[in-house]
């Protein structure tokens, strides 16, 4: 089990560099065709002083496919370039969702607060809507390393458990898996489930983790925050976890440590839902 056609989002920020660099090694290293999408908003403010003119989308386009070119140029991969069309944030999320559908794995980036260039709520709607995993790297930092020190946030629902297989071809190539389990103070009784052990579920898979409970009580405990503290303490470079959407309404919104963890992450986090 490996990934075979991954898609990154490209756009003419700066900052695209480091998520270019982490998808064309890990396109190498799995042997994946890799796909560079431009798709950038036609507003950066509020307003019509806010929108951009379209030689100046155009010459974004330009620039996002040639620091795409030049970062697979002689690395023997299979590439491909899709260009969406300038158009407003809601029809162009959507155009987004259904280009991620065609990959393995999306790799986006946590959106710039400052030069913002995707739309608003890119990452949210893609690991909500797509149907595919997705691998946010953070707009800071530098990182050399993806998924050599890994953690797994756990909690036995389905987003969890879909996390944990679509992130299975990494875990199978890392040095170290760490299972971070939220659950709750065993009070006695009976669950009527057998005796079930994800630990015992990977090592089928030749993962070979670790596993450590984090007992919750009730919503005393930030997921999000407990599993950004744990990353750093055991310096892990990605973080698998299952994305939450929002009860009831607004829809389409993301639950509240999905959402925290997509604001404020330091390690790059792979969603799957």
């Known amino acids: 089990m490996t990934f075979k056609n991954l898609l990154v989002h490209v756009d003419s920020h700066g900052r695209a560099a480091e998520r270019l660099d982490l998808a064309v090694a890990l396109a190498r290293r799995s042997g994946a065709r890799l796909t560079g999408l431009f798709a950038e908003g036609q507003t950066l403010g509020a307003g019509l002083v806010g929108r951009r003119a379209p030689e100046r989308m155009a010459q974004a386009a330009a620039e996002a496919r040639a620091a795409f070119e030049a970062r697979v140029a002689g690395g023997g991969l299979g590439t491909a370039w899709w260009s969406l069309e300038p158009a407003e944030d809601g029809p162009l999320l959507g155009q987004v969702q259904v280009c991620c559908r065609y990959a393995d794995l999306a790799i986006l ?41 890994v953690l797994v946030g756990w909690n036995g629902s389905r987003e969890a458990a879909r996390a944990l297989n679509d992130a299975l071809p990494l875990l199978v190539a890392a040095e170290s ?14 669950s009527g489930l057998p005796p079930l052990d994800v630990v015992a579920h990977l090592a089928a898979h030749g993962v070979q983790a670790s596993y450590e409970p984090s007992y919750v009580d009730g919503e005393g405990l930030d997921a999000a925050d407990a599993m950004l503290n744990r990353a750093c303490d055991t310096g892990c470079d990605l973080i698998v976890t299952g994305a939450h959407a929002q009860a009831g309404l607004p829809a389409g919104r993301a639950g509240a440590s999905t959402r925290k963890l997509v604001e404020t992450m330091t390690v790059p986090v792979l969603f799957s839902r």
């Open 109 to 149: 980036g946590q959106r710039e607060p400052e030069q913002p260039r995707a739309p608003a709520g890119l990452v949210e709607q893609a690991v909500l809507e797509s149907g595919r995993p997705v691998l946010v790297i953070p707009y800071a930092g530098h990182f050399a390393t993806l998924g050599r020190r």
């Open 177 to 190: 898996v760490l299972v971070q389990a939220f659950q709750r103070e065993p009070r006695g009784g009976s």
